[in-house]
């Protein structure tokens, strides 16, 4: 597998990275309700680093919405092309998820990822800076909350209580997937309500805590990272070439932004 590199013109330090941030919220859109659920396709997308080859790895996994089962898989391996800055993750790994759905031969539909939306504090997480980029309805489910607090939730499946900001305002939810486990963290991203990224979440979360889409995500994104950096042949090394960085331009072209 080729590794793609950062793009030349992407933010290299914090106060770039801010500045972008500062520019693209603008574009999130809010009332939008979103695709419907159980209908369509939803695409669960992940990365996976290794910090010795300063590489990260991202995987995007198609499913049929209303059965869960697998229609397409794509991954891409990619350098790592910010530094570690709380809040700016997402510059870490943008350019990879690009690449690996722009790889798909499949709309990916609403697409689903292990991060935060409007539940960051600039307002501008992952899901909503993906969600702008590519035009695509996106949501953000987490493992674990960022920056903001929430109350007690009940103990049932579908049980929530709002994540909110300082100023009170609700930027997402901790929902309860499964009967007595740790809650995820919903929040929207671009082109969908809260309400309905909670419903799709619910319905992906059928049987485990984590959304089934992010879930094989995780596994695809991980197994493509040991792949990449055990391969050995000179085209398979760190920094063997820079294609990819191409396809994730095209996903914006082919999405309007």
């Not at 909670?198 to 889409?213: G, M």
């Amino acid at each position: 597998m080729k590794i793609i590199e950062t793009p030349p013109a992407w933010p290299a330090d914090e106060t770039a990275a801010l500045a972008v941030q500062d520019e693209l919220r603008t574009r999130v859109v809010l009332d939008e309700s979103g695709p419907p659920v159980a209908s369509g396709l939803v695409t669960g997308v992940d990365v996976a680093y290794d910090d010795e080859h300063d590489v990260v790895a991202a995987a995007a996994v198609v499913l049929d919405s209303a059965t869960l089962t697998v229609v397409e898989e794509a991954t891409a391996v990619g350098r790592v092309a910010f530094p570690y800055v709380p809040g700016l993750l997402a510059f870490r790994e943008i350019p990879t998820v690009l690449a690996a759905l722009e790889s798909l031969t499949t709309d990916p539909g609403l697409v689903v990822c292990d991060g935060y939306g409007l539940a960051h504090p600039r307002r501008f997480g992952l899901a909503s800076h993906l969600g702008v980029l590519t035009g695509l309805p996106v949501i953000g489910v987490a493992k674990n909350p960022f920056v903001f607090s929430y109350g007690e939730l009940g103990q049932r499946r579908g049980d929530f209580a709002p994540l909110l900001a300082d100023d009170g305002e609700e930027v997402g939810r901790a929902l309860r997937t499964q009967d007595g486990v740790k809650p995820v963290f919903v929040s929207v991203g671009h082109r969908t309500t809260l309400d309905n990224a909670c419903a799709h979440t619910l319905h992906l979360a059928s049987r485990y805590r984590l959304p089934e889409s992010t879930r094989r995500a995780d596994r695809l994104c991980r197994r493509a990272l040991e792949e990449a950096t055990q391969a050995s042949g000179p085209e398979n090394r760190v920094g063997g070439s820079s294609r990819g960085i191409e396809s994730g331009n095209r996903v914006r072209e082919l999405r309007g932004n």
